[in-house]
């Protein structure tokens, strides 16, 4: 029981840390002149992964590379699948064409490029500084393009009031949270996988994964709700994106890894997601109930082959 306790107060803790660290991030970037375009493709997006990054970063510097990975893996089939799922339940999501045209693709790329790279089963300083290049790479592409955007901005859910300082202490604050949080989630799930006798891979893949997706979650839905379905759609691959350019990238350079336990399905899974997404929306430009629907089932299904199969 106090495991369990542990584990939702680490992913508290996480949520908590993510919401106030990107409100004084976009608050911030928004008082040194930066467009509010830019931050919602940057700040908005990779802040809602930073729960992502820093249990991954803690996990490798504890030597626990696979359930690093399995976050990674699993964050991204969780956030496509699952979280797309139930917001196109609840609304049908129309997706920018921006996203059609440009961010899809690339995400798709990037699935298909990820098990090219790990279909060794091992993630290597020189794998995890070649992601961190694309990383810098696309982003200065992004903002380059978004400042020659003359079209309006979504909006960031931040009305900026605050002072650079006080924008400064809500980032250093959210850092906070997201480090203690990141370290409790880590302790309970190492835990839980032991006693369970379930691998620190599957833990990733699952009761990690879906925590650490709770920002994007709740982002997506927020939008969705607001009727920014193609918010909730752009944050999503945004995400997505960084999970596997940044994440990756930095848990390559701090602590190269061993993954014998990953499988061929769970590289498979990783690029079939992605790849799923794309007729979907290439077709009417929308993800309709009925395939939110599937998609639901497909998480469901997966899910529980996993647990079956460990």
Do not use: K
Request: glycine share 12%.
């Amino acid at each position: 029981m106090m495991t369990w306790l542990w584990l939702l107060l680490g992913l508290g803790l996480l949520t908590l840390g993510a919401r106030v660290m990107v409100a004084g991030g976009v608050a911030l970037a928004l008082r040194l002149g930066i467009t509010p375009l830019v931050v919602g493709l940057t700040i908005m997006a990779y802040g809602t992964s930073a729960p992502e990054l820093v249990v991954s970063a803690g996990a490798a510097l504890r030597g626990l590379g696979s359930l690093a990975i399995g976050n990674v893996v699993g964050s991204n089939v969780c956030n496509i699948a699952l979280i797309l799922g139930i917001c196109a339940l609840i609304r049908p999501l129309a997706v920018d064409r921006l996203v059609i045209r440009r961010e899809v693709p690339v995400l798709i790329g990037l699935s298909l490029l990820t098990p090219v790279l790990l279909w060794d089963r091992h993630l290597g300083r020189f794998d995890g500084g070649l992601l961190l290049v694309l990383l810098t790479g696309y982003t200065v592409f992004i903002v380059r393009e978004a400042r020659r955007s003359t079209g309006p901005a979504h909006a960031t859910g931040v009305r900026v009031a605050r002072s650079v300082w006080q924008s400064m202490a809500l980032v250093v604050a959210g850092l906070a949270f997201l480090l203690v949080g990141a370290d409790l989630m880590v302790d309970a799930a190492v835990t839980l996988a032991q006693s369970w006798g379930w691998s620190e891979l599957l833990i990733g893949l699952t009761v990690i994964a879906i925590g650490t997706s709770l920002p994007e979650l709740a982002l997506s839905l927020i939008s969705t709700l607001r009727g920014e379905t193609d918010v909730a759609v752009g944050n999503v691959v945004g995400s997505n994106t960084f999970n596997l350019l940044g994440i990756l990238g930095i848990t390559g350079l701090i602590s190269p890894t061993v993954l014998p336990d990953l499988r061929l399905a769970d590289l498979l899974t990783l690029s079939v997601a992605p790849l799923a997404l794309w007729p979907l929306i290439r077709n009417d430009g929308r993800i309709s109930r009925a395939e939110g629907a599937l998609l639901f089932v497909a998480y469901a299904g997966y899910t529980i082959w996993m647990v079956l199969t460990a």
